[in-house]
């Protein structure tokens, strides 16, 4: 039998075999008084058995494993889990999960570089001070700063060789950010960065210096204005004069190898979620070490992952080059929010504006004026945009006014595009679209059959398997129409199972309905999804957006006193 005290009324019950069926007794508690005033319950250590039948009585608090009924022992039918179970929802869930969090511009690798490859970067990274700057011949001026030909004064550390110094005063801080990332991200796209630091001077106030390796002078534009382009080009990438004929068929392989350069330059500032907004031949350098063109001047550019030196209502651009709709994305776009949040929905705004096709369009208007020699003077580009504007910007339109009394230098560009069956016009009109949407990306163009021939230079591993990597993932279904197309007419006759060639051109002449489609409604539910969601994300920061923004990112650029 066992007591315990509940209350002051101490509970007997028969041992736990034989408690259930059995009244409970209740039987006042004696309490002894010890000479410390302390107050000790009878039978204290009895608890724990008396809940334990209690407990058993009532069938609550133990598993039926345990429980002693009689002769039936109660199991649990529930599943025993042994671990994490694996269903078909929980994987869909983790891959669309991952596939978010590594979409472009990239939240996962986002948070990874902000919080840790440019701490741990700015660990080791080498510092510079005025003084161990000496200035040399002064390479160019702009609006914004001067660039000049520098080398380092008693700098044991450094590994010799001659820089460039740019004395930035507006948006040098915005550069030294985007050079930085640039760093980490895709060191190949741009001009290898070395440091830059805000000068405090009390003559000429702040000023931004920022230091490269000096890695050439010759840009893009100056190539193009010589009359030996683009034969001068090949000889700078392939280190000697070639001596074969000249013709279109060679200027098409160098430009070619431009194009490829270009677009995988490109391509690795667009999938770090910055957008260049100033894309043009005079921002393109040669590199004398690499033999490659690579992309300068990040001070218009915009992290559009974070959202650095993006305002929804202001853009920075040279009108010759720029897109047509001004704006990497759309004006009722909200300011960003704090870099955490803004990370989180980048991918979500990246696909709802596409701001990379901005960019897009400028080396589609490089592209045209390599193989347009009349097209390579800035009053000619002038000219040429005017016309394109009057043409609702379809260039197949342009092409059919002008060609019927085009110049030699014009007729020549057509002749280099409408080489191998006319892929070079081909991704030259993919290009250069009135629309945003409807350009296509840098690696959608770096796909493209235009670059099927190796060119002036074989790729390397790494650029090779990103270009079949590319091809893999994607899908244009014009192709795949063409292909079933010559499919059919190769399978035979009517009278073997195949279509005869007024039936193939009854294919070829079907007219889409006019009437709404499921397509179509697919697309209007999407747009008014993407006007919703706009809509929610502009009163979720409307008060972030009155607040003025902050160069919270300015304070890890060093300060020279």
């Given at each position: 039998?066992?007591?315990?005290?509940?209350?002051?009324?101490?509970?007997?019950?028969?041992?736990?075999?034989?408690?259930?069926?059995?009244?409970?007794?209740?039987?006042?508690?004696?309490?002894?008084?010890?000479?410390?005033?302390?107050?000790?319950?009878?039978?204290?250590?009895?608890?724990?058995?008396?809940?334990?039948?209690?407990?058993?009585?009532?069938?609550?608090?133990?598993?039926?494993?345990?429980?002693?009924?009689?002769?039936?022992?109660?199991?649990?039918?529930?599943?025993?889990?042994?671990?994490?179970?694996?269903?078909?929802?929980?994987?869909?869930?983790?891959?669309?999960?991952?596939?978010?969090?590594?979409?472009?511009?990239?939240?996962?690798?986002?948070?990874?570089?902000?919080?840790?490859?440019?701490?741990?970067?700015?660990?080791?990274?080498?510092?510079?001070?005025?003084?161990?700057?000496?200035?040399?011949?002064?390479?160019?001026?702009?609006?914004?700063?001067?660039?000049?030909?520098?080398?380092?004064?008693?700098?044991?550390?450094?590994?010799?060789?001659?820089?460039?110094?740019?004395?930035?005063?507006?948006?040098?801080?915005?550069?030294?950010?985007?050079?930085?990332?640039?760093?980490?991200?895709?060191a190949n796209s741009c001009a290898d960065f070395v440091y830059g630091?805000?000068?405090?001077?009390?003559?000429?106030?702040?000023?931004?210096?920022?230091?490269?390796?000096?890695?050439?002078?010759?840009?893009?534009?100056?190539?193009?204005?010589?009359?030996?382009?683009?034969?001068?080009?090949?000889?700078?990438?392939?280190?000697?004069?070639?001596?074969?004929?000249?013709?279109?068929?060679?200027?098409?392989?160098?430009?070619?190898?431009?194009?490829?350069?270009?677009?995988?330059?490109?391509?690795?500032?667009?999938?770090?979620?910055?957008?260049?907004?100033?894309?043009?031949?005079?921002?393109?350098?040669?590199?004398?070490?690499?033999?490659?063109?690579?992309?300068?001047?990040?001070?218009?550019?915009?992290?559009?992952?974070?959202?650095?030196?993006?305002?929804?209502?202001?853009?920075?651009?040279?009108?010759?080059?720029?897109?047509?709709?001004?704006?990497?994305?759309?004006?009722?776009?909200p300011s960003a929010p704090s870099a955490p949040v803004a990370a989180?929905?980048?991918?979500?705004?990246?696909q709802l504006n596409l701001p990379d096709r901005f960019d897009i369009?400028?080396?589609?208007?490089?592209?045209?004026?390599?193989?347009?020699?009349?097209?390579?003077?800035?009053?000619?580009?002038?000219?040429?945009?005017?016309?394109?504007?009057?043409?609702?910007?379809?260039?197949?339109?342009?092409?059919?006014?002008?060609?019927?009394?085009?110049?030699?230098?014009?007729?020549?560009?057509?002749?280099?595009?409408?080489?191998?069956?006319?892929?070079?016009?081909?991704?030259?009109?993919?290009?250069?679209?009135?629309?945003?949407?409807?350009?296509?990306?840098?690696?959608?163009?770096?796909?493209?059959?235009?670059?099927?021939?190796?060119?002036?230079?074989?790729?390397?591993?790494?650029?090779?398997?990103?270009?079949?990597?590319?091809?893999?993932?994607?899908?244009?279904?014009?192709?795949?129409?063409?292909?079933?197309?010559?499919?059919?007419?190769?399978?035979?006759?009517?009278?073997?199972?195949?279509?005869?060639?007024?039936?193939?051109?009854?294919?070829?002449?079907?007219?889409?309905?006019?009437?709404?489609?499921?397509?179509?409604?697919?697309?209007?539910?999407?747009?008014?999804?993407?006007?919703?969601?706009?809509?929610?994300?502009?009163?979720?920061?409307?008060?972030?957006?009155?607040?003025?923004?902050?160069?919270?990112?300015?304070?890890?650029?060093?300060?020279?006193?």
């Amino acid at each position: 039998m066992a007591s315990v005290a509940i209350g002051g009324v101490v509970l007997h019950s028969h041992s736990h075999s034989s408690f259930l069926g059995n009244k409970l007794k209740l039987k006042p508690l004696s309490l002894k008084k010890q000479p410390n005033s302390r107050i000790v319950y009878a039978h204290g250590g009895e608890m724990f058995r008396f809940a334990h039948d209690l407990f058993v009585g009532v069938g609550v608090g133990l598993p039926c494993t345990v429980m002693e009924c009689g002769d039936i022992i109660y199991r649990s039918t529930l599943p025993k889990s042994n671990g994490i179970t694996v269903t078909v929802p929980g994987v869909i869930l983790a891959l669309g999960t991952l596939s978010y969090l590594w979409a472009t511009p990239g939240v996962a690798p986002g948070f990874f570089d902000m919080f840790v490859l440019a701490f741990v970067e700015r660990l080791f990274r080498p510092t510079y001070k005025k003084d161990d700057i000496v200035l040399g011949k002064k390479l160019g001026e702009g609006s914004f700063g001067a660039v000049y030909r520098v080398s380092l004064a008693k700098k044991p550390s450094s590994k010799g060789g001659d820089f460039v110094l740019k004395k930035a005063t507006e948006y040098g801080a915005v550069e030294i950010w985007m050079n930085e990332r640039v760093r980490r991200a895709c060191a190949n796209s741009c001009a290898d960065f070395v440091y830059g630091f805000l000068e405090n001077s009390s003559k000429k106030g702040a000023e931004y210096w920022l230091l490269w390796r000096f890695e050439g002078e010759a840009t893009l534009a100056d190539l193009m204005q010589s009359r030996e382009f683009p034969y001068n080009v090949e000889a700078l990438i392939l280190g000697e004069v070639q001596d074969l004929p000249k013709g279109l068929d060679r200027e098409n392989r160098i430009i070619q190898t431009i194009m490829r350069q270009l677009l995988f330059a490109l391509d690795g500032l667009h999938s770090t979620g910055i957008v260049h907004r100033d894309i043009k031949p005079q921002n393109i350098i040669f590199s004398e070490g690499s033999r490659t063109f690579k992309i300068i001047d990040l001070g218009a550019a915009a992290d559009l992952r974070v959202g650095i030196n993006y305002i929804p209502k202001e853009f920075l651009l040279d009108p010759r080059y720029a897109a047509p709709e001004q704006y990497i994305m759309s004006t009722q776009t909200p300011s960003a929010p704090s870099a955490p949040v803004a990370a989180a929905l980048s991918p979500v705004l990246w696909q709802l504006n596409l701001p990379d096709r901005f960019d897009i369009y400028s080396v589609g208007l490089i592209f045209l004026q390599m193989a347009f020699p009349g097209l390579r003077s800035d009053s000619s580009l002038i000219q040429f945009n005017r016309q394109l504007k009057r043409c609702d910007y379809d260039l197949v339109s342009w092409r059919q006014t002008v060609e019927p009394r085009a110049s030699p230098e014009l007729r020549k560009g057509f002749e280099l595009l409408d080489l191998d069956g006319g892929i070079g016009w081909e991704l030259l009109a993919s290009m250069v679209r009135f629309k945003a949407r409807q350009r296509i990306s840098a690696k959608t163009a770096l796909a493209h059959p235009y670059f099927d021939r190796e060119g002036l230079l074989a790729l390397s591993f790494i650029q090779n398997l990103k270009l079949q990597f590319f091809r893999a993932t994607q899908q244009d279904y014009s192709e795949a129409a063409n292909w079933i197309v010559q499919l059919m007419a190769k399978s035979g006759t009517e009278q073997d199972g195949g279509f005869t060639e007024a039936q193939l051109q009854e294919l070829r002449d079907i007219e889409p309905k006019k009437k709404s489609s499921t397509p179509r409604n697919a697309l209007a539910s999407a747009l008014r999804l993407q006007r919703k969601i706009l809509r929610t994300l502009n009163e979720s920061i409307d008060e972030l957006r009155r607040q003025k923004k902050s160069l919270w990112w300015s304070r890890w650029i060093p300060r020279e006193e």
